[in-house]
């Protein structure tokens, strides 16, 4: 039998991790979900809106507003992309068009069905297809950067192997 690297052993174990946090985190209701949300969209706005506290209520409010909206979009393209990256070093070593590289896409876009499916039960939450659009775009890039990391990492390998041999 033969043994599993390391490197896809903790991939297996961190896509775990994300798909458990993943879960977690669609399973707040409305009101949970906007505090965790809001918390970072006031990071946001502080950080990207210097003249906030001078703009009328109205002001405030549709900053506040589009601000949130891209927050949340945001954390769930990062938390794919995260996902993505974890999936993709359980697949292993393998080229970009292979059949490794398109099982892992395949799987983050049905862990990104079923979470939106998840959401649809959950209070003030709706299941919206845009949503897994997105994060399957997120998982794509992490599928995309951790291939590239890899890819850089075992060419390095390889040529130290090959070096250590010609001496």
């Known amino acids: ?21 993943i879960f977690c985190l669609s399973g707040e209701n409305a009101e949970e979900s906007s505090d965790t949300s809001g918390n970072f969209t006031q990071i946001a706005v502080d950080i990207f809106v210097s003249d906030y506290d001078e703009m009328t209520p109205v002001q405030q409010e549709e900053i506040l507003s589009w601000t949130d909206h891209i927050v949340r979009k945001l954390a769930h393209f990062s938390i794919y992309a995260a996902l993505g990256v974890c999936v993709s070093l359980a697949a292993g070593r393998r080229k970009l068009f292979s059949f490794g590289s398109l099982i892992s896409a395949v799987v983050c876009f049905i862990y990104a069905c079923s979470d939106e499916l998840h959401q649809s039960f959950i209070p003030g939450r709706s299941c919206e297809f845009k949503d897994v659009l997105i994060d399957t775009s997120g998982s794509v890039l992490g599928i995309l950067i951790s291939l590239s990391v890899m890819t850089i990492i075992f060419r390095l390998s390889d040529r130290k192997k090959s070096a250590g041999r010609a001496c």
Not at 1 to 21: D, E, H, N, Q, T
């Open 1 to 21: 039998m033969r043994k599993l690297p390391l490197y896809r052993f903790a991939g297996v174990l961190l896509s775990i991790v994300c798909m458990v946090i």
